[in-house]
T-cell receptor
Framework: EDKVVQSPLSLVVHEGDTVTLNCSYEVTNFRSLLWYKQEKKAPTFLFMLTSSGIEKKSGRLSSILDKKELFSILNITATQTGDSAVYLCAVERGGSNYKLTFGKGTLLTVNP | EAQVTQNPRYLITVTGKKLTVTCSQNMNHEYMSWYRQDPGLGLRQIYYSMNVEVTDKGDVPEGYKVSRKEKRNFPLILESPSPNQTSLYFC?????????????FGPGTRLTVL
């Protein structure tokens, strides 16, 4: 059974702090790992990672994948209150299913 | 605008009364999927479809049916809803072509079964 574990489950920081969110996984026939941000509505796509060691970056957010150790991290620098959300990690299975298995998410609260 | 739409967005119903939640995408995506999201359990896949007339079960298919008669539509059918199907439901779609493979999510349908 595919499994995704995110840590921490919740995190409270002050504006300007840097945070690191963790995601470890076990999946049959790995295709990709995805990060989504969810703010009381539909998940919105952040990153898709398929290769180890290649950092994906978008503004203050960045992410990297380690396929040998089966984990990924999502970094957010200089956090803002607008970064408050649940961050979801998901792995996509290869083959003919394309099923996404999600972790339970990390609830990030950024206080002013 | 490229999007996945769902209707209704909110629904309160009673046990046993058949209902359908519609999902439509305008991106010509081959793959569509339904998820439910519950506190403490995260998002779990209910059913998915690789293309027209091709559907298969996800992790939690019991109590649900789907159909894929047209590429753009993937309705979720609850023949006899029960209170344990109270949840937040998301439809998602994805292209199977090229290397752009993120799943796009609809806005969600919050269902309450009394």
């Amino acid at each position: 059974e595919d499994k995704v574990v995110q840590s921490p489950l919740s995190l409270v920081v002050h504006e300007g702090d840097t945070v690191t969110l963790n995601c470890s996984y076990e999946v049959t026939n790995f295709r990709s790992l995805l990060w989504y941000k969810q703010e009381k509505k539909a998940p919105t796509f952040l990153f898709m990672l398929t290769s180890s060691g290649i950092e994906k970056k978008s503004g203050r957010l960045s992410s990297i994948l380690d396929k040998k150790e089966l984990f990924s991290i999502l970094n957010i620098t200089a956090t803002q209150t607008g970064d408050s959300a649940v961050y979801l990690c998901a792995v996509e299975r290869g083959g003919s299913n394309y099923k996404l298995t999600f972790g339970k998410g990390t609830l990030l609260t950024v206080n002013p | 605008e490229a999007q996945v739409t769902q209707n209704p967005r909110y629904l309160i119903t009673v046990t046993g009364k058949k209902l359908t939640v519609t999902c439509s995408q305008n991106m010509n995506h081959e793959y569509m999927s339904w998820y439910r999201q519950d506190p403490g359990l995260g998002l779990r896949q209910i059913y998915y479809s690789m293309n027209v007339e091709v559907t298969d079960k996800g992790d939690v298919p019991e109590g649900y049916k789907v159909s894929r008669k047209e590429k753009r539509n993937f309705p979720l059918i609850l023949e006899s809803p029960s209170p344990n199907q109270t949840s937040l439901y998301f439809c998602a779609s994805r292209t199977l072509a090229g290397d752009r493979n993120e799943q796009f999510f609809g806005p969600g349908t919050r269902l309450t079964v009394l």
